[in-house]
């Protein structure tokens, strides 16, 4: 028999009010409590919530640009508390120029990871194997992802995290190469005005952040979507995340793919 506690879990939710009050959140950069302690979708709820707060921004013109792994790493997993791998949805008004200043004006409680991004040269319609990923690929750029939890305090469940993105809010992507293949073992420096804050290696990432885009590949399979060719894929971060500072000058330093920057206002 159910408690009065879990009774009042029950209460029935809206995917599209839930979704709204994210995408509230978001535009206007206030953080919210967790809504699980309060609402209990289950996960394939929670990414319903997730594409209907996205659909929210397509309808305000926003376009999508691609999509963002989270917790591919060992480091994040322990980082946040939470032990799955997840995904969420790139638009245009996410993505900021290189070498720009971000104003942390556009955000709740900022944060950077170091990541690797891919760019698919062909259209991504049926789960790839490793092997062949590479071929569905025009190139890999080092990158950063400016995550941005909605929640207070950055605290949250599974199901809160995928209802909100993934945390996206800012992605920022350097020079593209074309060799996609060797990316296992590379080092990786985030450095905030010179000084290095993170350091490790893309064989963080899933071992190969190249198993990124099998990953990808997979769950838009399963989520009957197509990753059409001139899509970004982050491949999710190597590192735990780094509280943005103001008035900072942040680089990331990915061995053999170069260098991404960017300030903060
Ligand atoms: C969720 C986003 C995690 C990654 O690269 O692992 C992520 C969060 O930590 O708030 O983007």
New binding site residues.
């Given amino acids: 028999e159910a408690t009065s506690v879990e009774v009042s879990r029950m209460l029935v939710f809206n995917i599209a009010a839930l979704a709204r009050t994210l995408d509230d959140a978001a535009a206007s950069h206030t953080e919210i409590d967790p809504l699980t302690p309060q609402y209990a979708f289950n996960l394939a709820q929670a990414y319903d919530i997730q594409r209907a707060s996205v659909a929210l921004r397509h309808e305000r013109g926003e376009k999508p640009v691609g999509l963002?792994?989270?917790?591919?790493?060992r480091a994040?997993?322990v980082?946040?508390g939470v032990d799955s791998l997840?995904w969420?949805l790139l638009t245009d008004a996410m993505l900021y120029e290189e070498a720009a200043v971000i104003s942390l004006d556009d955000f709740i409680h900022p944060?950077v990871?170091p990541?690797v991004c891919f760019l698919t040269g062909r259209d991504i319609d049926r789960p790839l194997t490793l092997l062949e990923a590479a071929k569905f690929l025009e190139g890999a750029a080092p990158a950063m992802?400016i995550?941005d939890?909605r929640y207070r305090n950055?605290k949250?469940t599974l199901e809160d995290?995928v209802a909100?993105n993934?945390?996206?809010a800012g992605v920022i992507v350097g020079a593209f190469s074309k060799d996609v293949c060797e990316l296992a073992n590379r080092g990786v420096v985030v450095r905030f005005n010179g000084r290095p804050v993170l350091m490790g290696s893309t064989g963080a990432i899933l071992g190969n952040p190249l198993r990124s885009v099998v990953q990808a590949s997979q769950l838009a399979h399963q989520a009957g979507m197509v990753i059409p060719a001139g899509s970004l894929i982050?491949?999710?971060?190597a590192t735990a995340?780094e509280a943005l500072i103001p008035g900072a000058h942040i680089s990331t330093e990915i061995g053999g793919l170069g260098r991404v920057e960017f300030s903060t206002g």
């Fill in positions: 963002k792994l989270g917790f591919t790493s994040k997993m980082q946040m997840i969420g944060r990871e990541e992802e995550i939890s950055f949250f995290v909100d993934c945390s996206s982050m491949a999710g971060a995340a």
